[in-house]
């Protein structure tokens, strides 16, 4: 959401919406007492999806551009997969 923010997508309102609803799932499902594990996991994961997408974005490398946003991409349609649509 925040590449996107910063490379003015206009898709980032949807990934926004996404976004909460992944949020509201976790909250939904995690045990008591699991919040600074699951906080950890969520900036681990954030981490790593900027690092692609920055890959992606700002590489001289066009094969290896393509490769990191096919896994962002990857990525994010697993994340997507555990919504309802």
Do not use: Y
Not at 3 to 16: A, K, N
Not at 57 to 74: C, I
């Amino acid at each position: 959401m925040e590449h996107e923010w910063l490379m003015s997508d206009p898709i980032s309102d949807q990934t926004q919406a996404e976004r909460a609803a992944m949020v509201s799932l976790l909250d939904a499902v995690m045990a008591p007492g699991d919040g600074p594990q699951v906080m950890t996991w969520r900036i681990d994961a954030k981490q790593a999806q900027a690092v692609l997408l920055t890959r992606a974005t700002f590489n001289d490398d066009a094969d290896d551009a393509a490769w990191a946003m096919r896994r962002a991409e990857t990525e994010m349609s697993a994340c997507r997969s555990l919504l309802l649509s």
